[in-house]
């Protein structure tokens, strides 16, 4: 058996969202077509146009013990719940195996309003909600409050974020990166959220109605997290076992950084690959939970892309449970997917509610040959059920789990991967601001044919992915067409992702008002945005990610993009690491206490490499800087909790130890490091004294952020990007590349020559 | 044209919308190849132009050519605009 074939099922199931506190009152509620859209609590929506949401009427503190974020608060409700039906003791050996992989869309929104709401009264924010803003936090915190020492990772594409989080699960498993994984996805409610689909005009006045009178969303919150298990390891503990899940599609519109495709293209190519990957038909899709928003645009596209792709299935069900548990955003894909397992388990459609006779009328019409399943439950047998999300950025994932286990059609055969380009945007000494700035001027993105209409679009962090993107586009010499769009993806690691704009709005809206939110600014507030606008201007059309988690974000997504060309979903990836640097990340900063004197100097910038296989490389010539020999990322889980960012020596040498075992080099063969020391001393005292007791003092060490700053994550995707350099200019014969992040999480990338 | 509303619509385009104000002028086409807008910028248009001037443009029926260029939307706002 390949390594790509490894079963995964799935054996745990956690849920909390307006229907219900656990995965079985929220299934039963569903079947009931029971909704938990109210007026909304939270907060005072009296002068907006819509009052509508589907909150979980439980606080923080009925939730979980102890103070976090609500988003966070929420997936470890649903992360408890998992750990407990799968059967999994937590304070056994079994612990140190479990990664955590959580998606959310708009992270510590909660604590960014708290925060901002005490700036803008001028007062100093509290430090506690400021280390609670960004994605980057949410998975170490769930994986320290259950002791769960796996890999972790923070998707944040949006409204496919939960989806994606499975996915990636699952590819962690089969490219043996573990064996169980907690997966989902988490949000809260939030102003930010609210005002920002208010000013886009997308909320529905009423309780939303999908595939029906498709006049906008519902937001709702929640969690949804499930065990994702390779099946050896779950039948060596004896769990129990819903199901399989076979196989993921992840694609890209490349269209509109909100609306998607009309033609309904990206969504059927989405479909297509998890349908094709999975090794089964399309005729074979009992049931498919559609990602069903009630949008017009949405609904439209999306029933044409069912329609169309499931032409010869004569035999297909489809609801939207968003009628009922409202639009959970990032946690949107694992809620849905909680509800899939179980139509899938107990034989029961969940519909779609609110449709009166009329409607129904119309739905006749509008459904075509879709089983459409309105108002009341339906029984069936399922033997493969699908479900889809479809997220801002133009961001697709499609899953697809089954009754019994499939042969995949996940045949790529084993290849060496390359790096064949790179680009890099770096910033530059300001003496008056003491940090580090990039040259944006609008004449650069003009080289590279960027109109002036579309770079107006773009946040700043946007702006630098785009043209540190366009740079390792050029120098690899890769040019997108028709006949490799598909074949082309894209992985983005990140550590603050778009604060900037995320604060900013948030600041907007506590001054001026949750109706007056900036439906211009606030597409630009999802992490993703950046890499939406990359597949946009490039019309790479393949895989899109993009992870938070903490500065090693640079070197996760090299690896993360190496597995999508594993599985043979890609040829070629581009792989990015980006951070920037404005008044607001200063503040920040400042404010967490970590520039200044004796501090880190903030810096900013994208990098992008291009990791191409070997078949792909030839084909085209491509010159070949280095070859990715191995990576590994190890979590800490024995140092203080409260330290998310804390120095493990075992961790670190686990991370460079696996590296290069996967490499098969020695640690006495190892040329140069490229590390993550930033100048503040106990963390360069820290690295060296590590490397030292594993390679011994005479191993060269090069650190780029007294030159360049501490650009977090486009600093470690600089780290690897120069070793590669390095080794093409003949500087070294190999190398590493090594970081860690929030989360406690350890990262190692080893290259050698091409 | 009343210039004074013009450039207050100039104004609030330039830092709503982040159009390069050298780019800008009164007849430039706003949703054409000129400038690029797209249905997300006409929502903020809506509401720039209420906050500036309390009409609701939306609400007293503008259509897709009213938002052709600054001209035609100061025009509209004339039209529309209670003194």
């Given at each position: 058996?390949?390594?790509?074939?490894?079963?995964?099922?799935?054996?745990?199931?956690?849920?909390?969202?307006?229907?219900?506190?656990?995965?079985?009152?929220?299934?039963?509620?569903?079947?009931?077509?029971?909704?938990?859209?109210?007026?909304?609590?939270?907060?005072?929506?009296?002068?907006?146009?819509?009052?509508?949401?589907?909150?979980?009427?439980?606080?923080?503190?009925?939730?979980?013990?102890?103070?976090?974020?609500?988003?966070?608060?929420?997936?470890?409700?649903?992360?408890?719940?998992?750990?407990?039906?799968?059967?999994?003791?937590?304070?056994?050996?079994?612990?140190?195996?479990?990664?955590?992989?959580?998606?959310?869309?708009?992270?510590?929104?909660?604590?960014?309003?708290?925060?901002?709401?005490?700036?803008?009264?001028?007062?100093?924010?509290?430090?506690?909600?400021?280390?609670?803003?960004?994605?980057?936090?949410?998975?170490?915190?769930?994986?320290?409050?259950?002791?769960?020492?796996?890999?972790?990772?923070?998707?944040?594409?949006?409204?496919?974020?939960?989806?994606?989080?499975?996915?990636?699960?699952?590819?962690?498993?089969?490219?043996?990166?573990?064996?169980?994984?907690?997966?989902?996805?988490?949000?809260?409610?939030?102003?930010?959220?609210?005002?920002?689909?208010?000013?886009?005009?997308?909320?529905?006045?009423?309780?939303?109605?999908?595939?029906?009178?498709?006049?906008?969303?519902?937001?709702?919150?929640?969690?949804?997290?499930?065990?994702?298990?390779?099946?050896?390891?779950?039948?060596?503990?004896?769990?129990?076992?819903?199901?399989?899940?076979?196989?993921?599609?992840v694609?890209?519109?490349?269209?509109?950084?909100?609306?998607?495709?009309?033609?309904?293209?990206?969504?059927?190519?989405?479909?297509?690959?998890?349908?094709?990957?999975?090794?089964?038909?399309?005729?074979?899709?009992?049931?498919?939970?559609?990602?069903?928003?009630?949008?017009?645009?949405?609904?439209?596209?999306?029933?044409?892309?069912?329609?169309?792709?499931?032409?010869?299935?004569?035999?297909?069900?489809?609801?939207?449970?968003?009628?009922?548990?409202?639009?959970?955003?990032?946690?949107?894909?694992?809620?849905?997917?909680?509800?899939?397992?179980?139509?899938?388990?107990?034989?029961?459609?969940?519909?779609?509610?609110?449709?009166?006779?009329?409607?129904?009328?119309?739905?006749?019409?509008?459904?075509?040959?879709?089983?459409?399943?309105?108002?009341?439950?339906?029984?069936?047998?399922?033997?493969?059920?699908?479900?889809?999300?479809?997220?801002?950025?133009?961001?697709?994932?499609?899953?697809?789990?089954?009754?019994?286990?499939?042969?995949?059609?996940?045949?790529c055969?084993?290849?060496?991967?390359?790096?064949?380009?790179?680009?890099?945007?770096?910033?530059?000494?300001?003496?008056?601001?003491?940090?580090?700035?990039?040259?944006?001027?609008?004449?650069?993105?003009?080289?590279?044919?960027?109109?002036?209409?579309?770079?107006?679009?773009?946040?700043?962090?946007?702006?630098?992915?785009?043209?540190?993107?366009?740079?390792?586009?050029?120098?690899?010499?890769?040019?997108?067409?028709?006949?490799n769009?598909g074949a082309i993806g894209i992985c983005?690691?990140?550590?603050?992702?778009?604060?900037?704009?995320?604060?900013?709005?948030?600041?907007?809206?506590?001054?001026?008002?949750?109706?007056?939110?900036?439906?211009?600014?606030?597409?630009?507030?999802?992490?993703?945005?950046?890499?939406?606008?990359?597949?946009?201007?490039?019309?790479i059309?393949g895989y899109?990610?993009?992870?938070?988690?903490?500065?090693?974000?640079?070197?996760?997504?090299?690896?993360?993009a190496?597995?999508a060309i594993m599985f043979g979903y890609e040829d070629i990836m581009l792989?990015?690491?980006?951070?920037?640097?404005?008044?607001?990340?200063?503040?920040?900063?400042?404010?967490?206490?970590?520039?200044?004197?004796?501090?880190?100097?903030?810096?900013?910038?994208?990098?992008?490499?291009?990791i191409e296989k070997?078949?792909s490389?030839?084909?085209?010539?491509?010159?070949?800087?280095?070859?990715?020999?191995?990576?590994?990322?190890?979590?800490?889980?024995?140092?203080?909790?409260?330290?998310?960012?804390?120095?493990?020596?075992?961790?670190?040498?686990?991370?460079?130890?696996?590296?290069?075992?996967?490499?098969?080099?020695?640690?006495?063969?190892?040329?140069?490091?490229?590390?993550?020391?930033?100048?503040?001393?106990?963390?360069?005292?820290?690295?060296?004294?590590?490397?030292?007791?594993?390679?011994?003092?005479?191993?060269?060490?090069?650190?780029?952020?007294?030159?360049?700053?501490?650009?977090?994550?486009?600093?470690?995707?600089?780290?690897?990007?120069?070793?590669?350099?390095?080794?093409?200019?003949?500087?070294?014969?190999?190398?590493?590349?090594?970081?860690?992040?929030?989360?406690?999480?350890?990262?190692?990338?080893?290259?050698?020559?091409? | 044209?009343?210039?004074?509303?013009?450039?207050?619509?100039?104004?609030?385009?330039?830092?709503?919308?982040?159009?390069?104000?050298?780019?800008?002028?009164?007849?430039?086409?706003?949703?054409?190849?000129?400038?690029?807008?797209?249905?997300?910028?006409?929502?903020?248009?809506?509401?720039?132009?209420?906050?500036?001037?309390?009409?609701?443009?939306?609400?007293?029926?503008?259509?897709?050519?009213?938002?052709?260029?600054?001209?035609?939307?100061?025009?509209?706002?004339?039209?529309?605009?209670?003194?």
């Amino acid at each position: 058996m390949l390594m790509n074939e490894k079963r995964c099922v799935i054996t745990g199931l956690g849920l909390v969202c307006a229907i219900g506190d656990d995965a079985n009152e929220c299934f039963e509620s569903a079947l009931e077509g029971k909704s938990g859209i109210a007026d909304v609590k939270s907060f005072d929506t009296s002068a907006c146009y819509s009052h509508k949401g589907a909150e979980v009427l439980k606080s923080n503190e009925e939730l979980v013990d102890g103070r976090y974020d609500r988003t966070t608060a929420l997936g470890i409700k649903a992360a408890g719940e998992a750990i407990k039906d799968a059967g999994l003791d937590m304070e056994s050996d079994v612990s140190s195996e479990v990664g955590v992989i959580l998606g959310s869309c708009i992270a510590g929104a909660a604590c960014v309003e708290k925060y901002y709401n005490s700036k803008v009264k001028g007062e100093k924010g509290d430090i506690e909600d400021l280390k609670a803003m960004p994605a980057s936090a949410i998975s170490g915190n769930v994986a320290d409050y259950y002791n769960a020492g796996g890999i972790t990772a923070n998707i944040v594409n949006a409204c496919a974020a939960g989806t994606l989080s499975l996915a990636l699960a699952v590819d962690m498993i089969r490219g043996g990166k573990g064996d169980i994984f907690l997966a989902g996805g988490c949000d809260s409610f939030s102003s930010l959220a609210y005002a920002g689909f208010h000013a886009l005009r997308a909320l529905a006045p009423s309780d939303c109605s999908p595939f029906n009178h498709s006049d906008g969303i519902t937001l709702g919150e929640g969690a949804g997290v499930l065990v994702v298990e390779s099946y050896e390891h779950a039948v060596k503990r004896g769990a129990k076992i819903y199901c399989d899940v076979l196989s993921t599609g992840v694609s890209s519109d490349a269209y509109h950084i909100t609306a998607p495709r009309p033609d309904g293209q990206g969504q059927m190519s989405v479909i297509s690959r998890a349908v094709k990957n999975s090794g089964i038909k399309f005729s074979d899709i009992d049931y498919v939970n559609a990602h069903g928003t009630g949008t017009a645009k949405n609904d439209e596209s999306e029933f044409l892309s069912l329609n169309t792709v499931f032409a010869e299935n004569n035999d297909l069900s489809v609801s939207s449970t968003k009628s009922m548990t409202g639009h959970c955003l990032g946690a949107a894909g694992a809620v849905e997917a909680v509800l899939t397992v179980k139509a899938l388990k107990e034989g029961k459609i969940p519909p779609t509610t609110g449709y009166s006779d009329e409607d129904l009328e119309v739905l006749k019409e509008k459904a075509g040959h879709i089983n459409f399943v309105a108002n009341k439950p339906v029984e069936r047998d399922i033997k493969y059920a699908m479900s889809n999300s479809f997220a801002f950025g133009g961001n697709n994932a499609s899953i697809v789990f089954a009754k019994d286990p499939n042969t995949l059609n996940l045949t790529c055969p084993k290849q060496e991967l390359y790096v064949t380009g790179i680009g890099m945007v770096t910033g530059e000494y300001n003496d008056e601001t003491k940090n580090y700035k990039a040259n944006l001027e609008t004449e650069v993105f003009k080289s590279y044919g960027v109109k002036s209409a579309f770079l107006r679009k773009l946040d700043r962090l946007s702006q630098i992915q785009l043209l540190s993107g366009l740079k390792a586009l050029e120098d690899s010499g890769l040019e997108v067409t028709p006949e490799n769009e598909g074949a082309i993806g894209i992985c983005i690691g990140t550590t603050d992702g778009p604060m900037t704009e995320i604060a900013n709005f948030q600041k907007g809206i506590i001054k001026d008002g949750i109706d007056k939110g900036s439906a211009f600014a606030f597409p630009n507030t999802v992490y993703n945005a950046a890499g939406g606008y990359l597949s946009i201007a490039t019309g790479i059309k393949g895989y899109n990610v993009t992870i938070a988690n903490g500065f090693q974000s640079g070197l996760q997504s090299i690896c993360a993009a190496s597995g999508a060309i594993m599985f043979g979903y890609e040829d070629i990836m581009l792989a990015s690491g980006t951070d920037e640097c404005t008044d607001i990340d200063d503040e920040i900063y400042a404010d967490l206490g970590l520039t200044g004197e004796g501090g880190m100097k903030l810096g900013e910038g994208s990098v992008t490499c291009v990791i191409e296989k070997d078949s792909s490389a030839a084909a085209r010539g491509a010159k070949r800087y280095a070859k990715i020999a191995g990576f590994s990322s190890a979590r800490d889980t024995s140092g203080n909790r409260l330290d998310n960012s804390r120095l493990s020596e075992e961790s670190l040498t686990k991370a460079i130890v696996n590296a290069l075992k996967k490499g098969g080099i020695d640690a006495s063969d190892v040329k140069c490091i490229y590390g993550f020391g930033n100048g503040v001393s106990a963390i360069d005292d820290f690295e060296m004294s590590v490397y030292k007791k594993i390679f011994g003092d005479s191993i060269e060490v090069k650190l780029i952020k007294k030159e360049l700053g501490e650009a977090r994550a486009a600093s470690s995707s600089m780290q690897f990007a120069m070793l590669a350099k390095d080794i093409y200019e003949g500087k070294v014969a190999n190398g590493l590349a090594v970081s860690f992040g929030t989360s406690a999480l350890y990262s190692a990338v080893l290259l050698t020559k091409a | 044209m009343n210039t004074e509303i013009a450039e207050k619509i100039k104004g609030m385009l330039v830092e709503r919308l982040r159009i390069p104000e050298d780019e800008l002028e009164y007849d430039s086409e706003l949703f054409g190849d000129d400038i690029g807008l797209d249905s997300i910028d006409s929502i903020e248009i809506i509401v720039g132009i209420e906050a500036l001037f309390g009409v609701d443009i939306s609400g007293a029926g503008a259509k897709k050519e009213d938002f052709r260029s600054i001209e035609t939307l100061t025009a509209f706002v004339e039209a529309h605009k209670e003194d």
